[in-house]
């Protein structure tokens, strides 16, 4: 049972443009979600989160968004750079539910010049 | 200011062998928790451990145990080596056991032959 789905694989943005990655979680419980980003031969880097209180979160570039009702976060990266090519994982968890982080399957972002 | 390492980068094993792996979690951190990744899947939770003891476990057998040291390293054991076992493992600190964001090392990649 997927509980956290990426359902785009791949992801390819021009440099400057706006790169949009999807989520869908299907686990009502979860009250915070964050993205990792992972480079190859890397562990996943955390780049943001929000919690169910709020519909969006921003910080510098990166911008969640988090639809309730629908079960559909989004990260929007403006304006992707060459250096942001990375799979992107989203991730459900309960707050104050300790490590235990649920995550998608990932999308391939590549950010072309 | 030394992020979580682990250590070995690389393990080669045949089906029935024990392994352990190591995680020494960044400074100040008090809270580890394993994660094995699937060639293209997302991170999984194994367990957490905090306070030497285990905290929080997800659906992975008995085959899989660990150990926190005082020191807050960890180690993760798995025993009676199955193909299936052959992942990327991570390794992710945090400060207290209910952080939701964690800091992620490099992993192990295991091949079981």
């Known amino acids: ?113 | 200011d030394a992020g979580v390492t682990q250590s070995p980068t690389h393990l080669i094993k045949t089906r029935g062998q024990q392994v352990t792996l190591r995680c020494s979690p960044k400074s100040g951190h008090d809270t580890v928790s394993w994660y094995q990744q699937a060639l293209g899947q997302g991170p999984q939770f194994i367990f957490q451990y905090y306070e030497e003891e285990e905290r929080q476990r997800g659906n992975f057998p008995d085959r899989f145990s660990g150990h926190q040291f005082p020191n807050y390293s960890s180690e993760l054991n798995v025993n009676a080596l199955l193909l299936g076992d052959s992942a990327l493992y991570l390794c992710a600190s945090s400060l207290g056991q209910f952080r939701n964001e964690q800091f992620f090392g490099p992993g192990t990649r295991l091949t079981v032959l």
């Open chain 1, 1 to 113: 049972d997927q509980q956290v789905k990426q359902n785009s694989p791949s992801l390819s943005v021009q440099e400057g443009r706006i790169s949009i990655l999807n989520c869908d979680y299907t686990n009502s419980m979860f009250d915070y979600f964050l993205w990792y980003k992972k480079y190859p031969a890397e562990g996943p880097t955390f780049l943001i989160s929000i919690s169910s209180i709020k519909d969006k979160n921003e910080d510098g570039r990166f911008t969640v968004f988090l639809n309730k009702s629908a079960k559909h976060l989004s990260l929007h990266i403006v304006p992707s750079q060459p250096g942001d090519s990375a799979v992107y994982f989203c991730a459900g968890a309960l707050t104050g539910g300790g490590n235990k982080l649920t995550f998608g399957t990932g999308t391939q972002l590549k950010v072309e010049l």
